[in-house]
């Protein structure tokens, strides 16, 4: 029964209060936010890229 209750707890509170944060951070950090997002995405397609072809990718 223990569980149920916290269970419910992380459910109700600290869920939306990550997800409240996160938004905070997207919201006033827009430009910013979206900068890092694409920064991380090249740099995963790149690992991925030299992966499969065993070449160097220059920057």
Partial sequence: MLDFY???????????????ILFAIYYTHYEQFWHYVVIKVEKIKNILIQKD?????RY
């Fill in 53 to 57: 072809s065993k070449e160097e990718v």
């Fill in 6 to 20: 916290l269970i419910l707890f992380i459910m109700l509170f600290v869920l939306p209060a990550i997800l409240l």
